[in-house]
């Protein structure tokens, strides 16, 4: 079962914050989040086990609601770096590979 | 740099072609993927190999087969592809525990393959 993400794009000025939403209608073990810019490789961004724990990485941080089955990520005092295709994907155990969103598309303007 | 090679990283085939592609990875890690990303949809699960065992087919239709002689190595063979199957076709590896689900995924550049 793909996640939902939402919005499907987004565009901010650099320096403002945006949030990025994750949901399932399973019960997952893990989201995964990762950034793509156009023409490469995604890049892992971080992982959230079951739990509801809340990790961050510099400005970039997220947090997994396990009731809800629903993961956020937050990026805050964006930077034009920040600009790519935003994934999560979701894994419900056992030695399986992951189910992705659709992705979000973020676009950081000067 | 990832750690994660794919060859090539361009190709165009025709329908009736046979043709592989390759992904070696240099971390040491004990699961690999394939995964397909293609304009309209999002990243597909294709194939896991946890082990050296084929833990996952997500439903891909036989003209795709996996191969995966050992934990560095991981091959895509193709053949007789149709057009909708142009797509990227990206490798990933994670160190794996069996019951503990995936750890962080590492991708491959990804092949750009066109089927005429």
């Known amino acids: 079962q793909q996640p939902v993400q939402s919005p499907q794009a987004v565009i901010l000025r650099e320096g403002e914050d945006a949030v990025i939403n994750c949901s399932s209608s399973?019960?997952?073990?893990?989201v995964h989040w990762y950034r793509q810019k156009h023409g490469e490789a995604p890049v892992f961004l971080m992982i959230?086990?079951?739990?509801?724990e809340q990790k961050g990485h510099e400005k970039i941080s997220a947090s997994f609601n396990e009731k809800k089955q629903q993961s956020s990520l937050y990026l805050t005092a964006s930077q034009l770096s920040y600009s790519g295709t935003y994934f999560c994907?979701?894994?419900?155990?056992?030695?399986?590979?992951?189910?992705f969103g659709k992705g979000t598309h973020l676009i950081i303007q000067p | 740099e990832t750690g994660v090679t794919q060859t090539p990283r361009h190709l165009v085939m025709g329908m009736t072609n046979k043709k592989s592609l390759k992904c070696e990875q240099h971390?040491?890690?004990?699961?690999m993927y394939w995964y397909k990303q293609s304009a309209k949809k999002p990243l597909e699960l294709m194939f896991v190999?946890?082990?050296?065992?084929?833990?996952e087919n997500n439903s891909v239709p036989s003209r795709f087969s996996p191969e995966c002689p050992n934990s560095s190595h991981l091959f895509l063979h193709l053949h007789t592809l149709q057009p909708e199957d142009s797509a990227l076709y990206l490798c990933?590896?994670?160190?794996?525990?069996?019951?503990?689900?995936?750890?962080?995924?590492?991708f491959g550049p990804g092949t750009r393959l066109t089927v005429l």
């Open positions: 399973k019960a997952l073990y893990s």
């Open positions: 994907g979701t894994a419900r155990g056992g030695a399986d590979g992951l189910t």
């Open positions: 190999y946890n082990f050296k065992e084929q833990t």
């Open positions: 971390l040491g890690h004990n699961a």
């Open positions: 959230l086990l079951k739990g509801g």
């Open positions: 990933a590896s994670s160190q794996e525990v069996k019951a503990g689900g995936p750890g962080e995924q590492f």
